[in-house]
């Protein structure tokens, strides 16, 4: 399975925008890029997801670089409710079904 | 509407003692996965089933763990004569579609946190 990489912990302020980067150079041309993040004490809870072209839904934006080897979720304005580990996750339609987490980014928000 | 839904929240047994968590998943939906997440780590894959069919059970860490989906909605997670190392939370996930596509979505419970004492 094609591997993640995503700094370890990043912080805002209330807010501002936040762009939260992931690596991903041995992407497959058929993966997509998805991100969840887990509040605390709750399960991982889906945010976007995409292929190529970039991606807006009413929780985040997604900007996938053009060979695709990087991709940054972006949070318009963070609130502190969007303190959370947040995931980056590669999917494919071939072999293991699940999701395959890494350690994912803890984002702290400041008031 | 209703999400999925995970029994008991919490569970503190004692080594050696038989444990089930409960998951409901979001009616309709045909996969359904369980993760285990240790503490300050991301959650990894245990098993998961299409309707009642258990396809993928690479990720269950021994014998001692077992899970079943009899009539393709509710699971229950069975772990046998627990161990410290079985401490962890326990999280059910469903989705839609049947099989792997690569952009389906998972929905999560809020977990079942297993402390084994």
């Known amino acids: 399975d094609a591997k993640t990489t995503q700094p370890n912990s990043m912080e805002s302020n209330e807010e501002e925008p936040v762009h939260l980067p992931c690596n991903h150079s041995?992407?497959?041309?058929?993966?997509?890029i998805h991100w969840y993040r887990q509040l605390p004490s709750q399960g991982p809870e889906y945010v976007i997801h995409g292929l190529t072209s970039n991606v807006n839904n009413r929780m985040a934006s997604l900007a996938i670089a053009e060979d695709r080897k990087s991709s940054t979720l972006i949070l318009h304005r963070a609130t502190l409710r969007d303190a959370a580990v947040y995931y980056c996750?590669?999917?494919?339609?071939?072999?293991?079904?699940?999701?395959?987490f890494g350690s994912g980014t803890r984002l702290q928000v400041q008031p | 509407g209703a999400g999925v839904s995970q029994s008991p929240r919490y569970k503190v047994a004692k080594r050696g003692q038989d444990v089930a968590l409960r998951c409901d998943p979001i009616?309709?939906?045909?996969?359904l996965f369980w993760y285990q997440q240790a503490l300050g780590q991301g959650p990894e894959f245990l098993t998961y089933f299409q309707n009642e069919a258990q396809l993928d059970k690479s990720g269950l860490p021994s014998d001692r763990f077992f899970a079943e989906r009899p009539e393709g909605s509710v699971s229950t997670l069975k772990i046998q004569r627990t161990q410290q190392e079985d401490s962890a939370v326990y999280l059910c996930a469903s989705s839609l579609t049947r099989g792997t596509l690569a952009k389906n979505i998972q929905y999560f419970g809020a977990g079942t946190r297993l402390s084994v004492l």
């Open positions: 996750i590669l999917t494919r339609d071939t072999g293991r079904r699940a999701l395959t």
């Open positions: 009616s309709g939906h045909v996969s």
């Open positions: 041995t992407i497959s041309g058929t993966d997509y």
